[in-house]
Every structure is written in C-alpha cells, then in structure tokens.
C-alpha cells in the first residue's frame, strides 16, 4: 500500500509543474519525433491496445480517445508520466456531447429551451461524470449553424441562429470547462453542405462566413475554450483542414485564440480525396503548416512529416508552435501535477433531477388545438407507437456511455400518473409491417384521447445520416391516420433529431409535441408536459418546412429586391407551394395566453456604437403560470405583409405571411404568473455593429415576439452608416 503511494508520488514529481520556463526547456530537449508524437492523437476501442501503450513508451502519443474509466485511462497514463523518455502526460478525449452517462436532451433539443444556464448546467455535470471517468477533454460542443434538415448532424448544434447559437456555445464551454476542456468544433461551415449530403462541399462568401457560421466560434473562444476541431468540408475549393484563412488570419490573429488546433477523423489524409495534396506527407504539411496542431486518426504527422522538416520543407518553428500549444494546454488542464485527475462523479439523482428539468424546458408545443392539452389525469389513455415503449431511441444519436436501461420511456412517464394506460405498439420505426395496426386502433377507440409517440431512429441523425425525405419514416404516417380515423382526439408525440415535415398532422392532428431526443428524463419530461405539471416554454431553434423543396429555409436570410407578393407573379415565391415554413425559428406555444404590446427602443435614432434599450410589455392572460420565451429579432429593411399578424395569439402560424428576413437578437426568459406584466430587454452595442456594414442601409428593425411571425416591430434609424 505504501509501496503505491511512493510510486504514485515519485511519478508526480516526475512529471513536474511545467511553468513557461519549464515548457521551453522541455520543447529544446524533445527530439524531432517526440515534438511529431505529441501531435499524434489517436482512437482506442475503450482502452488502450498494446501497440498504442508501445506508442506512449515511445513519446509517439500526444493524447487518445475513447479510452473510459479510471482502469483504462491510469495504466496508459502511467506509462507516459513514468515510462517515457520525457514523462509528458497524455489527453483523455471522448464525445461527451449531450452526456456522459446521464444522457440529457441533443443539443437542438436544449436550444429550443433558449436557455443558456441550462445549457452551461448540463454540460457541467457531464463534464463532471465524464472526469470521474478519467475523461479531461470533450470534442463538444459542436456550433455549426445549420439551415438544411436533411443534414443530420443539424441535431447537435443549437439550430439556424448564430446569435442563439452563440450563447448557447460560450454557456457549453463555461459548463465543460469547469472540469474537463472543450472543443468547439467543426471549424467551419460543415453546416452548410451542399444539399444536406454529409461531408459535402460548400461555397460560402467571406460575408456569410463571418456573419452566420464564424459567430459561435468566436463566442467560444472569447469564453476560453481550449481547442477548436477542423472541419471535414471544403469552402469554395479550400478544404477546412488546410484553410490557412480560417486557422491562423482568422483564429490565431483576428481572434488572438491560443489553444490548439485538432483535425477531425482522418480529416488531415482526407486532403488527398479533397483532390489538394498528392501524397500524405503532402496533406500533413499542408494542414500544419495552415495551424492544423493535432493530427486525429491519420497518423500522418507522426510516421511522414519528420523527413519535410528536415529538409525544411516544414519549417521548424511551424512544429515546434504546434507542439508549444498542446503543452500549454496540458499544463493550463494541470496535467503535469495531477495527470491522474481523480474525480468523482455528481450524485445521480442530481444528474436525473437536472435532466428532468432542462427536457421539459426544450419540449415545444406545436399545436393545441381547442386545448386538447393538457391532460386530465382520470379517464383511459391510449399509448400507442413505436416510440412510446422505447428505452434506446431517446437516447438520440450521440449518447456517448448513456444505456437504455436508464432512460424513462414515454410509457412509464404516463403511467406514472394515469391509472389506466392502454399500449399497443402499432408498428416498427421504419419497417412496412402494419401488423399491429389493428391494435392500435382498438386501444385507440377505447379511450378518450390517443397519444402517438412517432418520429426517427436515434441514428436516423448525427453523422453519416442525411435524409432526403424528412416525412415520418417506415408506416408510421399510415398508422397516425389509421388511429386518428377512429375520431379518438390524438397527440401527436415526436422524437426526431431534425425538422420533420408535418403537413397532413399539422392539418389534421389537434395537439403537436416536439420533444427531440431528451435522453434519460424523456418519459417523465413529456408525461409533466402532456399532464401540465410542466407549462412548456421551449421555442424552435429552427425552421420546420412545408415541403423540402422549400429547403434550405430559415428566417434571417437577406433581403431581395422583390419581397413575395401574393399579388405579384414576378416576386420571390413558388407558383405551387406558400413561401412561409409551417412552423418558424422561434415557435412554440404554451398553456398560457402571453400578449406582447408596447414595443419601445430607447431613442429613434442611434449611432452604431449606442446602446439601445427595447422595452415590451408581455402580459399573462392564460390561467396557467408559464415562461415567455421571448426571441427579438432586428434587422434591416422591409417586411412585407403580415409582419404583425397573430400579435398576441399563438395558435395560427401558418396563415401568417411574412418575408423571413432579419438578424439574431436577443433571448428573454421570464416566468409570469397570470396576470402579471413584465418588460425590459436589451440589444446590446455589439449587435448594432454586427448589424451595420457597408452593404446595409436603410431603416433599422426591431422586432419583438414568441416567434418570427408573431412580432411586433418598429423602425429607427441608425446614423453613421459605415
Ligand atoms: C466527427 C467528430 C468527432 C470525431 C471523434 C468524427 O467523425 O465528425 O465530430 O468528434 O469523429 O469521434
């Protein structure tokens, strides 16, 4: 026992506190392959293979990932800090996106919340969980701005809105980086594939860059992230893994950022297929020498780059600050004094207390006709669809060490507070069998009310799962209208990890719940809400279409010269289908009637540097306590018809017409009890500079409302135009 602990002692002062002085006179006594091996990053399949531990032996190793548990992590670890020529620690990496074990909802579900400090809360705790699991570095939180449904991995950003995105990746870091350190990834434009085809090519101007894809990552790094992971895609020809643009102009001088640079898997070798480099010694110059520090999973810097350095081909200052970046980061994570980085995990039922909470915070309610919703408690409730018992979907697409045997299925969240519950599967998730059509809709007519729970596949979203038809998969549109034939008034019920096209439930389905993937608390999260134990608050973070071909839709897109005009052919409109979504960026009811009047900036004129005060009163007419979830929105130019259409009533979106242009605003989040009235809501000097550029003149909008069509608006004008 004492033999241990000298042991464990002994190797702690080996690995000594590495100040600045420290790191410089370990970077002069590291050999060429030592400084390539801390570039080196690897995948193990839970722990270590002998061959990697050979690596760490050898100093070929700077970090691995997917190696969980203290078991796994301390034997690899000890052999670097005891066993290696120069003793340097490795990183522990893992996917901890939404969750270590305790799973809480994907990130698009927690944006509907627009709730930052449940965002920062929740990757906090796994964080934590992920520590005491040996784990020091997450690749999260992903920030790609998406506009494209089709795109699967739309399900682990925060949605379509830089500004919302924004917040939501600076609270994703301030919540990791208090145990473990994050990376904000995938730099960038990997959102914008063209087509919703993953990993497909991009063409995205400077402007758009840096207005809508850039602003995340500049807010996480302003929060002090500690890496950045490169992207798969190219922008207009550049692949984003040897974009000197992006990674040194942008990131290290613009941004002054000084972390560390990751490729992602095998993005570094992928630069052959890009079509710009010839060999692999060739893509591994070209993405270190455009700041590209750590090589995952191609191994290239490693086994083929120390021949280009020695023939100056790579200059040795160009490694030596790559390798300067990950030591830094080792020593600013602790490394060096506690490589071992005992943790222990938050008590499980504050991770479930916590998950509970933020999953009824990011349901959205799309539909409540004649308020079917909520629930009363007595009576016969038929459960009914391939969701509804299923302990493994709400997990979603990226659920890291979450297990099905934790997750509260949709079932037991109703039958925890309904006597009677009938359940009938009906059919599979995307298989053709209606086999269990018929009862389904037997349970169905023996109740007063159906709730379907419908929707995808966990892995129907995340990486390498494009759709390109974003209807409910298999029969599960047959079986929604077989139950709702029966005349029983049904809830429709989704779990999906993207917009889903809705039209015929839109139309025909009196109540809509949008719950995403919640992870464990799924079932108990949507039964509070169902039951009104929980008035919902959440808000979409992204457009749902009518029809794909609408695709891509969001609201803050520029303005055209000719706004849709029902009256005029020759405007920006389809001949076939309305230009508006079904639902929009900003939409969901609640059990409450919130009206929003008196909108006032604080001057009607304003310099760019001014800051302006918007003030809306919101008052509660609803019998229901509830949280308004307030999106502003500001912006330049004109909005055509409709702007105002639905103030102060939520139920009507889609006869709303409005042009969807604008830019990010502000987020409010106030609870109200009935009756009470409340104001106040600023937009910072920032957004107006973000706001002016040479392209825009004209009058300044801003707006307030539940959504983008159900907003009030007012003009000002803004001086000194740049
Ligand atoms: C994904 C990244 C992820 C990495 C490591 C890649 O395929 O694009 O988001 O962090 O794998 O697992």
Known sequence: MSRVR???????????PASAQNLDSLLARMTLEEKLGQLNLLSAGGRASPEQMQLVRAGKLGGLFNVMGAENTTP?????????????????????????????????????????????????????????????????????????????????????????????????????????????????????????????ETEISERTMRELYLPPFKAAVDAGVASLMSAFNDIAGVPASANAWLTDTVLRREWKFSGFVVSDWTSVVELINHGVAGSQAEAGRRALTAGVDMDMQSSIYVDSLAALVRSNRIPMAVVDSAVMRILRAKTRLGLFRDPYRARTAPPTSELRALARRVSGESIVLLKNERSLLPLDKAGTIAVIGPLADNKEEPLGPWHTQG?????????????????????AQGSGIDDTSKAGFAAAVAAARQAKVAVL???????????????????LPGVQQQLLEAVAATGTPVVLVLMNGRPLILEWASDHVPAIV??????????????????????????????FPRV?????????????????????????????VPVTPRYPFGFGLSYSAFAYSNLKLSAARARVSDTITATVTVTNNGAASGTVTGVSIS???????????????????????????????????????????????????????????????GPFLGMFGPSKVHVLKLNMALDELK
């Open 514 to 543: 949008e719950t995403w993937f919640l992870g464990i608390e799924a079932g108990n999260a949507t039964a509070d809400v169902l039951f009104g134990d929980v008035n919902p608050s959440g808000r979409l973070p992204v457009t």
């Open 6 to 16: 000298h042991i464990l002692i002994l190797t702690i002062l080996l690995a000594a």
């Open 76 to 200: 690899v670890q000890r052999i670097a800090v005891s066993e290696s020529r120069l003793k340097i620690p490795l990183l522990f990496g893992l996917d901890v996106i939404h969750g270590y074990r305790a799973i809480f909802p994907i990130p698009l579900g927690e944006a509907s919340s627009f709730d930052p400090d449940a965002a920062e809360a929740t990757a906090r705790a796994a964080g934590q969980e992920a520590a005491a699991f040996g784990i020091s570095w997450t690749y999260a939180p992903m920030v790609d701005i998406a506009r494209d449904p089709r795109w699967g991995r739309i399900a682990e950003g925060s949605g379509e809105d830089p500004y919302l995105g924004s917040l939501m990746a600076a609270a994703r870091v301030r919540g990791f980086q208090q145990n473990i350190f994050a990376t904000v990834k995938h730099f960038a434009g990997y959102g914008a594939a063209e087509a919703g085809r993953e990993y497909n």
């Open 403 to 423: 297990r099905a045997e934790d997750v509260v299925s949709v079932l037991q969240g109703i039958k925890s507070k309904v006597q009677t519950v009938l359940y």
């Open 635 to 697: 912006g330049t130019g004109q909005f055509t018809q409709g702007a105002d259409l639905g103030r102060g009533n939520e139920t009507s979106p889609d006869k709303a017409v409005s042009q969807e242009i604008g830019h990010p605003g502000c987020v409010v989040d106030v609870a109200l009890a009935t009756g009470d009235v409340t104001d106040v809501h600023r937009i910072g000097e920032d957004k107006l500079e973000a706001l002016v550029n040479e392209h825009i003149e």
């Open 548 to 576: 794909l071909g609408q695709v891509p839709l969001y609201y803050n897109h520029r303005n055209t010269g000719r706004p849709p005009d029902p009256n005029n052919k020759f405007s920006s409109k389809y001949i076939d």
């Open 453 to 471: 729970v419908l929707g995808e596949r966990g892995d129907m979203s995340g990486e390498a799962a494009s759709r390109a038809s974003l209807g």
